[in-house]
């Protein structure tokens, strides 16, 4: 019973179900453990109206909209999504990259003019992941629509982000477009979503021609 008495900081009462639920909630986003969403809760709860209610209200707001976009498969509460309504994006770059995660890590680095495509994934064997299940397909249609002069793969730097990334440059090889691909100064193995923004920016800058 000890998580029930840290709750009796929260009034003098133990903490009522709805805070349990809130705190369970919590605890399973990735990266908070039960531990840290207890601090979150506790913290939420003394800051009603600087914390709990705006997070409320942006909850809300994004639950409604949510969409994924159908051109290129980012998350956003618009679709198209911001990055592919946004004018000043050049549309002949094209970065394709395995999850959304990447498309923002990389989009941080404020280096990429382009456009994207999320791939949903990558191929593996070993999970049994096919082209078909990724949308592959549509990257295709995107390329061969024409006005892209490059398409830049962006995959992990992972044995399957590696094979991806291979299976990609056969599918486009025949499209008059320059294909490029991340320098490997990437860590062995690196996911892009947990690179820092100087390693990524650096691994962008200076991209070559997929071999
Ligand atoms: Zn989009």
Avoid at 8 to 32: D, K, N, T, V
Avoid at 98 to 113: G, H, I, N, T, Y
């Amino acid at each position: 019973m000890a998580e029930r008495a840290e709750f009796a900081y929260l009034g003098g009462e133990m903490a009522s179900q709805e805070i349990e639920e809130l705190a369970s909630a919590l605890a399973r986003l990735p990266g908070l453990g039960p531990r840290s969403a207890r601090r979150a809760v506790l913290h939420l709860m003394k800051k009603r109206q600087t914390a709990l209610e705006p997070l409320l209200t942006a909850l809300q707001r994004v639950s409604e909209r949510l969409s994924v976009c159908s051109t290129c498969g980012n998350v956003d509460t618009s679709d198209p999504c911001g990055i592919c309504r946004d004018p000043r994006r050049d549309d002949r770059l094209l970065c394709v990259v395995e999850e959304v995660a990447d498309l923002w890590a990389l989009d941080r680095s404020r280096l990429f003019p382009g456009r994207y495509h999320i791939l949903g994934g990558r191929l593996s064997a070993l999970e049994g992941v096919r082209p078909e299940d990724l949308t592959i397909d549509s990257l295709v249609n995107r390329v061969s629509a024409g006005g892209i002069d490059e398409v830049v793969l962006a995959m992990n730097a992972t044995l399957e982000g590696q094979t991806t990334a291979h299976y990609l440059a056969e599918r486009l090889e025949n499209f008059p477009i320059r294909l490029t691909q991340l320098a490997h100064g990437l860590p062995v193995g690196g996911e892009l979503d947990y690179l820092d923004e100087g390693t990524l920016a650096q691994a962008l800058r200076a991209r070559r021609p997929v071999s």
